[in-house]
Structure formats: structure tokens, C-alpha cells
């Protein structure tokens, strides 16, 4: 008797479906200053104080074989481009269908981040309150080791959305595909793979689209207190005016953990084009759709490439210390220097020497409760003369300074689990 209670119960528990409804909310408003250095070359107004909002819903429903998620929000500024407030956009972050193929195959289908390995390529840009996102069709495929296929294209988004605020009006391909592999051997190596080709269209009418391929990955070590890494990609293809792309990308970087402090002591090179460099060929490598200000400074003066390195290439070396001053709050403390790979030119002629400066990033992560984090960060920077030919920086004599402050507050809202027998 017991025997058959116990398989009539196991037959019911695999015949029925379950459900899970999952809905979060997050309201994330931050103040920023910053004064004597610019983002991009438009830019006139400074000193300035501007402060935005982003309000986003996040609403997941899973199913046994299906997941359905959707995260609509909707961004607000203050003071900036000379309105006192103004709704930047209403849009969608992620709204997608992910149905599972089979145990270990799943298909993600819509609007949806695309977060592989460090970020440094491609990320869901966290940190910019619109964030980053893709529309297209992505496999996923996880067992003894894991890999993704990407699929994903762009619509004139512009024409409804303010591309600033849009986390997908800012992509210039048409279509773009994407593999991503990942596998940890059994001796505490890690390896990545990345190989994308984004398709663009062409403006001119001898060929109607080019490609710019990018492969490479990273490789990891991680012993006890011990990590080292290295990353490296190729880039090539043709660009917009025509011209062959050899491009490339490296950041070695170790980090020790002493218990409650990380240090982390590293160094990105991106490549760029010599005088002598043939005019046929374009050597800048462009680091794709991933973020900037994890590795090169909370500043953002180095984002645009090859736009804000004159097409000169940058090396970055860098210190991160971090600390766990408790189960709330944790410091940090980042160091840059920057260099041009090739001197900068101005009226034609080289200016000897590359450095172009110093920046120190100063932040404090408070958690005094479950649904609150308060993030406090100061950043300046020491420049020399020659970072004034990037536009970047209108005045080397006086200091650029830039400061946050952030809070997110986002509880969970509904989380409901049921059964429904078949």
C-alpha cells in the first residue's frame, strides 16, 4: 500500500505544470556634477548639475518549458539641455520569449541584453539608466560547457525614440551575429571566446553593405587568493569609408585577494593608426557594444572610438583596489593613466611624447537594507596639454572633476509559485 501512494504521488507531482510569476520594480534616480572637461565635442555647458530617474518594471513568468519576461521603463531628466524636466523615454529595456528546446537547449526570442564574459565587449551597460539591448534571436546551450548564438538586427528606431534614452536606437549596424563560448578545465583554466561580424549599411552606392568582423576571447587563472587573465581580439573587415580594418585588443590583468581588500593591477592597450599607417588601411580597433567606465575611468573621457583618440589608439593602465568594510558597505579606489599609442598631430606635425594624463576614482557603496543601495563616487583628473587636441578637456591648467550620487531603491513586488494538474 505504501509502494502505490508513493508512485500515484510521483505521478501527480510530474503531471502537473508549474508556474512562477515574478514581478520587480526599481526606481533609480542619480545627481551629477562634473565641471572643465567634455564628452563629447558639442558640449558648452559647464559646470553642470543635471540629475535623471529611471523607473523600470521587470515582469517574469516561467512555465515548465517557457519563459516570458518584459521590463518596460521610463526615464526622466532635470536640468539638462536647457528643459527643467522632460521625459527622456518610455520604452521597453527587455521583452522577450524564451521557450526551451529541450534539457539543456533554449531559444531567446525579442528585445533582450546581451551580457558576455567581463562586459568589455559586449554589455547590458548597467550603468547607463536607459541600459544596452538587442532585438534578434539568440540559442543558448549549457551541459558541460556553454555557448550562444546571436542573432539580431536594428529598426529606425530613431524616428520614435530619443536615441539617448533608447537602449536600442544607438546601434548603427543592421544586422549582427554573434557566438559566444565558455568552458573551465579541470586545472582552474577558463576559456572565452567572442567572434561577432556586424553589418552595415552603406550610404554610398558601390556596394549596398560591409562587414567588420571581430574574434578573440580571454583566458583565466584563478588559484586560492590568486587570479591573472589576459584578453585579446582581432578586428577586420572594412569601415564606412572603405578602408581594410587591422585592429587589435589586449588587457593582461592580475588580482590578489587578501580577505576583506581586492587589488586588481592591469592594463588595456587599444590599437590605432601611425602618420605612416597606408591610407588604405584603418588600424583602430573599436570595442564593439560593451562598456567603457568599468576599465577606463568613471570620467567617460575615453568612450567614443576612434572618435575621442584622434584614431591615435590608447594604452590604460590601471589600479583597482576594492574593500569590504562590512556587510554594508564596501570603498573603492580606481587609478588610470592615459596614453595615446602614436602622438597626436596638430597642424600636421607630430607633438612629441603620448601621455595624455591621470584620473582617480573615488566610490562608496552603502547597502543599508535588502531593497536599497546608496552609491556616493568623485572622480578628477590631472591632464596634460595635449589631451586639449581631443576635445576632450578645453583647459589642461585647471582640474576636471565629476561626481555622483545614486540611489536604487527595488523591492520585489509578487512572487507567486502554483501547480496546475494536467
Sequence with gaps: MTAFCAVKISAQSSDSLRHELVVDFEARPRAEYRDHFMWTAADSVMPELFATQRNRLSITYRHNWLRLHASPQEIHVWGKSGAFSRVGNVNFFELYAEPNLSKNLSVKVGRQALSLDNGRIFSAAPWGQQSRAHEGIRFLYKKRFETDFTFAFTRPYA?????????????????????????????????????????????????????????????????????????????????????????????????????????????????????????????????????????????????????????KGLVNPYLFILYQAGKKLSLRGDAHLFYSQYPLLTEGKDIEGTYLGFESDLSLNYKPAKAIEIIYGFSFALTDKRIELLDKVPDSGKIPVWSYLMVSFAPRLWDRKWAKAR
Design 159 to 311: 524616428a520614435h525614440f530619443d536615441p539617448t534614452f533608447s537602449p536600442v536606437a544607438a546601434h548603427t549596424y543592421k544586422y549582427l551575429l554573434v557566438h559566444h563560448f565558455k568552458h573551465k578545465f579541470a586545472n582552474q583554466l577558463t576559456l572565452t571566446t567572442i567572434n561577432a561580424m556586424d553589418v552595415f549599411r552603406r550610404t554610398t552606392v558601390d556596394r549596398a553593405y560591409y562587414e567588420r568582423v571581430t574574434n578573440g576571447g580571454r583566458l583565466e587563472y584563478t588559484r586560492n587568493w590568486f587570479y591573472a587573465t589576459v584578453n585579446a581580439y582581432y578586428q577586420y573587415g572594412q569601415n564606412a569609408a572603405s578602408k581594410s580594418i587591422r585592429a587589435y585588443y589586449i588587457q593582461p590583468e592580475i588580482s590578489v585577494s587578501t580577505g576583506r581588500t581586492l587589488f586588481r593591477l592591469g592594463a588595456e592597450i587599444l590599437s590605432g593608426s601611425k602618420r605612416t599607417t597606408s591610407g588604405k588601411t584603418f588600424a583602430s580597433f573599436v570595442p564593439l557594444y560593451g562598456v567603457a567606465w568599468k576599465f577606463m575611468g568613471n570620467m567617460n573621457l575615453f568612450t567614443r572610438f576612434p572618435a575621442d583618440v584622434d584614431d
